[in-house]
């Protein structure tokens, strides 16, 4: 019986090492999302900028490929940015469960 217990609470604690390492793999993706998202608004910025130093019109074919990929960029770091925190509620209702189940890991993790 004793041996039971212990092999449950060490399956329950590699389930909720598991989970962490899940969650840190969405930190990661959210990392990249942001990282995404900054680039057009970087390149966007120095566009404004230099507006000065050039006509609109005479270099519009430049811009509507720049600005279709300006908006792919936004709408992938946008779902990146929004797919990442929907799995981190995900795990972290995950880890809740297995808390409320063993409650020998609860007091180790908060």
Avoid at 21 to 29: N, Q, Y
Avoid at 42 to 60: C, G, P
């Amino acid at each position: 019986m004793k041996n039971k217990n212990i092999e449950n609470t060490s399956i329950a604690i590699n389930e909720v090492q598991l989970l962490l390492a899940e969650k840190r793999t969405s930190l990661s993706v959210l990392r990249t999302g942001i990282a995404v998202l900054a680039l057009p608004l970087s390149v966007l910025s120095i566009l404004i900028a230099t507006s000065n130093y050039y006509d609109v019109l005479t270099v519009i074919p430049f811009l509507i490929p720049l600005g279709a990929l300006v908006l792919s960029l936004i709408v992938l770091g946008g779902y990146l940015i929004v797919r990442s925190m929907i799995r981190m509620r995900h795990y972290e209702h995950l880890i809740r469960q297995l808390k409320r189940k063993h409650s020998l890991i609860a007091e180790f993790i908060d």
